[in-house]
């Protein structure tokens, strides 16, 4: 592990930013915060209620087991990509910034019909449902990862007012 990114007594200024952060000054100001803190998981939220709703009112409902291999699809997929990019072996002590217009997250409005076109065929609820699932959950996290990387690129960067004193020894 790369001893830079590692919980060590040299970084944990990064999490005591993170934790004294500024309350909301106004009902706007928690509207912006809440914003930047739900645009990931209200899109996968989106993504996976669509994508079930569909399948459901394509199919009927397929009964409890069936929509649990959705679950056990959607987990599978997000796991494998976990672990084939090594996220599992780095620390997370800095979240990706969603800024500009990534922020819109529209992404569930490309994934939803995507990933019930790659369902829609498939013989049999179980089958159908899991791969449903493994699509949702697999596609989104690689499509928010490129728009996050491609909007990202076009977007300036964001520069807090002052950085933190690094408080690492100069060598």
């Known amino acids: 592990m790369d001893p830079d990114h590692a919980w060590n007594p040299d970084n944990l200024w990064i999490l005591d930013n993170l934790v004294n952060q500024r309350p909301p000054s106004s009902t706007r100001d928690a509207l912006i915060g809440l914003s930047h803190m739900l645009a990931m998981p209200q899109g996968f939220t989106l993504s996976v209620a669509g994508t079930?709703?569909?399948m459901i009112g394509h199919r009927g409902?397929?009964?409890?087991?069936?929509?649990?291999?959705?679950?056990?699809?959607?987990?599978?997929?997000?796991?494998?990509?976990?672990?084939?990019?090594?996220?599992?072996?780095?620390?997370?002590?800095?979240?990706?910034?969603?800024?500009g217009l990534a922020l819109l997250n529209v992404t569930p409005v490309v994934i939803v019909p995507l990933a019930c076109l790659i369902a829609w065929w498939i013989p049999g609820d179980a089958a159908a449902f899991a791969v449903a699932g493994a699509a949702t959950s697999g596609l989104y996290v690689v499509m928010e990862a490129?728009?996050?990387?491609?909007?990202?690129?076009?977007?300036?960067?964001?520069?807090?007012?002052?950085?933190?004193?690094?408080?690492?020894?100069?060598?």
Not at 70 to 93: K, Q, T, W, Y
Not at 157 to 167: L, N, S, Y
Request: without cysteine.
């Open 52 to 54: 079930v709703a569909i």
């Open 61 to 99: 409902f397929p009964g409890p087991l069936a929509v649990w291999l959705f679950v056990v699809g959607a987990a599978g997929a997000f796991s494998a990509i976990a672990v084939v990019v090594g996220a599992h072996l780095e620390p997370s002590n800095n979240p990706v910034t969603v800024v």
């Open 146 to 171: 490129e728009v996050l990387t491609v909007l990202h690129r076009r977007e300036p960067t964001f520069t807090p007012a002052a950085d933190p004193p690094d408080p690492r020894p100069s060598e």
